[in-house]
């Protein structure tokens, strides 16, 4: 396995020394020089289904070579999606490692298999641009590690009792900053404007939006009743819902947004969440997700993916699930809304 440290941090898109020697925020110029150099890459959905289906392959290859290799996604770790460090801290660009890809049981895997593995997942990574990180690393050592230093890609396989493949993404942009490249800059126009502001005037007040968000975030959480045993969710003590401004084509209204506190549970009678309890509160939230017209982008549809986003691209509505071993948290954003008018 690669050290989680140094994976989340690949020289030249994602660097344990870019992190060390831009501790700061990084700059407008060198961010703009940043984001051209991502735009130069494809998005980060391209870049997610091309490499889960290369660890896909390199499973199929293992079981060929291997008898009794049958390979499935890790329950015991999660998709994990992160920002990217200095240069790119600032230009909306996210890294992602995906859930290790596993033998389901104990396979015995003689040098010889091994040798015949490595060989061919060698002739495989080599199409993403990934070499061993250690050219003179022998066949036979119980893990390889190909890297794109171009790219910030990361390939690794490993055997111990089995064999495991693991993938990093290197930062990349999403596709909703590409569709951005044909928005002109600034603020928006007025006549945009005056036609988001009669879009505002047609939906329900701020406050009302938010005690409908408050109350889908906890009809999801009950979704969780069928693995929960004395634990219960809890809302963040001390978060305070600050109105935000939106984003275009309302940036110029008075429009608002609120951002919830975490809604959270730990499971302490459980040594993991169970994938089907899991399953129900993605499914939940899916559902709930849908009425306030919010959907997954094309990463989170993958299965096994432990951090699902609902995103309504129009009015920026959110709502987010996500687990770790122990833990479930889902929190919400309302979409834009103007705030109730006062009595005089």
């Given at each position: 396995?690669?050290?989680?440290?140094?994976l989340?941090?690949?020289?030249?898109?994602?660097?344990?020394?870019?992190?060390r020697?831009?501790?700061?925020?990084?700059?407008?110029?060198?961010?703009a020089?940043?984001?051209?150099?991502?735009?130069?890459?494809?998005?980060?959905?391209?870049?997610?289904?091309?490499?889960?289906?290369?660890?896909?392959?390199?499973?199929?290859?293992?079981?060929?070579?291997?008898?009794?290799?049958?390979?499935?996604w890790?329950?015991?770790?999660?998709?994990n999606?992160q920002?990217?460090?200095?240069?790119?801290?600032?230009?909306?660009?996210?890294?992602?490692?995906l859930?290790?890809?596993?033998t389901?049981?104990?396979v015995?895997?003689?040098?010889?298999?091994?040798?015949?593995?490595?060989?061919?997942?060698?002739?495989?990574v080599?199409?993403?641009?990934a070499?061993?990180?250690?050219?003179?690393?022998?066949?036979?050592?119980?893990?390889?590690?190909?890297?794109?230093?171009?790219n910030?890609?990361?390939?690794?396989i490993?055997?111990?009792?089995?064999?495991?493949?693991?993938?990093?993404?290197?930062?990349?942009?999403?596709?909703?900053?590409?569709?951005?490249?044909?928005?002109?800059?600034?603020?928006?126009?007025r006549?945009?404007?005056?036609a988001?502001?009669?879009?505002?005037?047609?939906?329900?007040?701020?406050?009302?939006?938010?005690?409908?968000?408050?109350?889908?975030?906890?009809?999801?959480?009950a979704?969780?009743?069928?693995?929960?045993?004395t634990?219960?969710?809890?809302?963040?003590?001390?978060?305070?819902?600050?109105?935000?401004?939106?984003?275009?084509?309302?940036?110029?209204?008075k429009?608002?947004?609120?951002?919830?506190g975490?809604?959270?549970?730990?499971?302490?009678s459980l040594s993991?969440i169970?994938?089907?309890?899991?399953?129900?509160?993605?499914?939940?939230?899916r559902?709930?997700?849908?009425r306030?017209?919010?959907?997954?982008?094309?990463?989170?549809?993958?299965?096994?993916?432990?951090?699902?986003n609902?995103?309504?691209?129009?009015?920026?509505?959110?709502i987010?699930?996500?687990?770790?071993?122990?833990?479930?948290?889902?929190?919400?954003?309302?979409?834009?809304?103007?705030?109730?008018?006062?009595?005089?």
């Amino acid at each position: 396995m690669v050290s989680i440290g140094c994976l989340l941090a690949v020289v030249p898109l994602a660097g344990c020394d870019a992190a060390r020697t831009h501790p700061e925020i990084t700059g407008p110029a060198e961010t703009a020089a940043a984001e051209q150099r991502l735009r130069e890459l494809p998005s980060v959905e391209t870049e997610f289904v091309r490499m889960r289906a290369l660890t896909v392959e390199l499973g199929a290859i293992a079981a060929e070579i291997i008898p009794g290799a049958v390979f499935e996604w890790s329950r015991s770790d999660f998709l994990n999606t992160q920002q990217c460090p200095a240069p790119y801290d600032q230009t909306g660009g996210q890294m992602i490692t995906l859930e290790s890809y596993r033998t389901t049981e104990p396979v015995a895997v003689s040098d010889e298999m091994w040798q015949r593995f490595t060989g061919r997942a060698r002739e495989v990574v080599v199409g993403v641009g990934a070499t061993p990180t250690d050219p003179a690393a022998d066949s036979q050592a119980s893990g390889l590690t190909f890297r794109s230093t171009g790219n910030g890609t990361e390939i690794s396989i490993g055997r111990s009792r089995g064999v495991t493949v693991s993938a990093h993404i290197g930062c990349r942009l999403p596709e909703s900053e590409f569709a951005g490249d044909s928005q002109p800059d600034g603020p928006t126009d007025r006549d945009r404007t005056a036609a988001a502001e009669q879009s505002l005037l047609q939906r329900r007040d701020l406050d009302s939006e938010l005690a409908d968000m408050r109350s889908a975030v906890e009809e999801i959480g009950a979704a969780a009743d069928g693995f929960l045993h004395t634990e219960s969710f809890a809302w963040e003590r001390g978060a305070s819902n600050q109105p935000k401004p939106c984003e275009r084509p309302y940036d110029q209204t008075k429009g608002a947004t609120l951002e919830l506190g975490d809604y959270e549970v730990e499971v302490v009678s459980l040594s993991a969440i169970p994938d089907t309890g899991w399953q129900q509160v993605t499914d939940r939230a899916r559902d709930v997700a849908a009425r306030f017209g919010a959907a997954l982008p094309l990463v989170s549809v993958m299965p096994g993916n432990y951090f699902q986003n609902f995103v309504n691209e129009e009015d920026g509505a959110r709502i987010t699930v996500r687990k770790d071993q122990n833990t479930v948290t889902i929190s919400a954003r309302t979409g834009c809304r103007l705030a109730a008018e006062k009595p005089r």
